[in-house]
């Protein structure tokens, strides 16, 4: 069955970097576009970035632009988030999700599978 399990969240300070990744399996890894998304108790449900599925078209939502790079290996069925310059607004529970096959990966109602989440806490 597919699962998605994502580590590498923690406690990072304003200005730092987390690099979280999201190991895959029970799928074709390399098919499937895979997207990040967030959650806080404040701003709710929130796409953050998506990867389509040779790694070449990427996007991200305005709000991490310049700040957030997302990857992936596809020998490795792995996906990862490396987050760069935090702010404490990105303290947030992060997803990994598998975004359905012919998917838009900025629009969380194409998201097929989800992880438990990481959560990332940034401190002012």
């Known amino acids: ?6 580590s590498g969240g ?3 300070q304003a200005g730092g970097s987390l690099r979280p990744s999201c190991a895959a399996s029970g799928f074709t890894f390399s098919a499937f576009p895979m997207s990040w998304a967030r959650q806080t108790p404040g701003k709710g449900l929130e796409w953050v970035s998506g ?3 040779d790694g070449r078209d990427t996007y991200y939502a ?4 310049g700040r957030f790079t997302i ?3 596809n020998a ?3 996906l990862y ?4 310059n935090l702010r404490p607004e990105d303290t947030a529970l992060y ?3 598998k975004v359905r096959a012919g998917g838009v990966v900025s629009k969380i109602e194409d998201y097929a599978y989800w992880g438990r989440g990481t959560q990332v806490t940034v401190s002012s």
């Open 95 to 97: 997803y990994c999700t």
């Open 76 to 78: 490795k069925n792995t």
């Open 62 to 65: 305005d709000s991490v632009k």
């Open 71 to 73: 990857s992936r290996d």
């Open 81 to 84: 988030l490396q987050m760069n």
């Open 1 to 6: 069955q597919v699962q998605l399990v994502e």
């Open 51 to 53: 990867i389509y599925n």
């Open 10 to 12: 923690g406690l990072a």
